[in-house]
């Protein structure tokens, strides 16, 4: 089914000549870092031969966003003081950025990133607290979870139109939408994308079932948490400034009891507390966009 689908959005968009792709640097930067032995030194200077990677790079680090208490002034100083995860996930959240820097009809990149970047950090709040093993990957899945919609924002521009009309006239999800105009939905888009891109295989697995999280059978811990991350940025209007529905509050309520009845674990989290605790952060996110897209080079 998957091939399949992927198929369908290949015939689509796989003859899209602008399609983007990682920067070169990033894909040097990835290998790097996943040598048998990486060494700092090394890494931090091939981030230093791209200014525009290495200035973003430090102003991002030192946003409230990263919690870090002290400032931070040089690219090694990043990398010694993060770690090798942190920074990868710092590489890819400036990356993506720059990579889909320019505004779309219908989606603008501020609200889109914001809302990426909200769910990145809830996911990874809910992991920290379930003592997940991988916490970076949390993060990453949920930066990368809805990165078919802007694909198809910005290069399917008239069809979004007409699946953001539908979406508003019948009340329907965006999921629904594309299906009933594409024949395949954003999920789709996403997970062809960052196989396209040679991405960890599980990145797909997360963004092809984050809206239907009964199916996902590749670390549905991983899928569930990243959707109830995506549930409460929209309860908080981390979202794309389109609301599929009046209110999330039911979704969130029986998804909450669907991953507690199958990961009693999740059960340790107050969903009233916990939504209370990720609202102080909402500035954060909203900072850290703006310390992406307000950078002089």
């Known amino acids: 089914?998957?091939?399949?689908?992927?198929?369908?959005?290949?015939?689509?968009?796989?003859?899209?000549?602008?399609?983007?792709?990682?920067?070169?640097?990033?894909?040097?930067?990835?290998?790097?870092?996943?040598?048998?032995n990486p060494k700092i030194e090394e890494l931090a200077d091939l981030i230093m031969t791209d200014q525009v990677l290495t200035t973003q790079m430090i102003s991002l680090v030192n946003s409230a966003f990263w919690g870090l208490n002290r400032e931070v002034t040089s690219i090694r100083e990043s990398v010694v003081y993060l770690g090798l995860r942190q920074v990868e996930n710092l590489i890819y959240s400036v990356s993506l950025t720059n990579t889909?820097?320019?505004?779309?009809?219908?989606?603008?990149?501020?609200?889109?990133?914001?809302?990426?970047?909200?769910?990145?950090?809830?996911?990874?709040?809910?992991?920290?607290?379930?003592?997940?093993?991988?916490?970076?990957?949390?993060?990453?899945?949920g930066l990368l979870h809805d990165i078919g919609e802007v694909i198809l924002a910005l290069y399917l521009h008239p069809v979004f139109k007409k699946v953001v009309e539908k979406v508003v006239d019948e009340k329907i999800s965006f999921c629904a939408a594309e299906e009933a105009i594409l024949g395949f939905n954003h999920t789709d888009v996403g997970s062809w994308l960052v196989s396209r891109w040679k991405l960890p295989p599980?990145?797909?697995?997360?963004?092809?079932?984050?809206?239907?999280?009964?199916e996902a059978t590749q670390d549905p811990l991983l899928v569930g948490m990243v959707r109830m991350a995506d549930l409460i940025c929209l309860y908080h209007k981390l979202d794309f400034g389109i609301a599929e529905s009046e209110s999330v509050i039911p979704e969130i309520l029986s998804t909450w009891q669907y991953l507690g009845g199958t990961f009693p674990k999740l059960q340790k989290i107050k969903m009233k507390p916990f939504l209370q605790e990720f609202n102080q952060q909402i500035e954060l996110v909203k900072g850290m966009v703006r310390a992406v897209y307000t950078v002089d080079v």
């Open 1 to 36: 089914m998957k091939a399949e689908r992927h198929a369908l959005v290949e015939d689509t968009l796989g003859e899209i000549e602008n399609l983007p792709t990682l920067p070169h640097i990033v894909v040097q930067l990835l290998d790097k870092m996943h040598e048998k």
């Open 100 to 141: 889909f820097e320019q505004d779309a009809p219908l989606l603008k990149r501020v609200r889109f990133w914001e809302h990426s970047f909200g769910v990145a950090l809830c996911s990874r709040l809910i992991a920290q607290r379930l003592r997940y093993p991988d916490e970076e990957m949390a993060y990453l899945a």
């Open 202 to 214: 599980g990145l797909s697995a997360v963004i092809s079932h984050h809206h239907n999280i009964q």
